[in-house]
């Protein structure tokens, strides 16, 4: 197999995998909701951690989390359905 022939089945694996994805998204209330949880509880994950994170002194890696978390927090607010 060749390396172009390898990106060839990755692109239309890949493709495959979207098209899926997308249609169960747009199709299935259970999935969109439970990935909607899965995002709310990433986002308080990095907000508690950086609390945690900040408590014991690193304060840059607390800075990075915090913001991560709030600008995903906002993001799932304002694609809200």
């Given amino acids: 197999m060749t390396e172009k022939e390898f990106e060839q089945r990755i692109d239309a694996a890949a493709d495959r995998f979207e098209k899926n994805i997308t249609e169960k998204w747009n199709n299935n209330k259970c999935f969109r909701r439970s990935m909607k949880s ?3 509880m990433a ?3 990095l907000l508690l951690g950086a609390g945690h994170l900040a408590a014991r002194g ?3 890696a607390a ?3 915090a913001g991560l978390g709030i600008v995903g927090v906002i993001a ?6």
């Fill in 76 to 81: 799932d607010i304002i694609n809200y359905k």
């Fill in 63 to 65: 800075a990075w989390c």
């Fill in 43 to 45: 986002e308080a994950g």
């Fill in 58 to 60: 690193y304060k840059t």
């Fill in 38 to 40: 899965i995002s709310i």
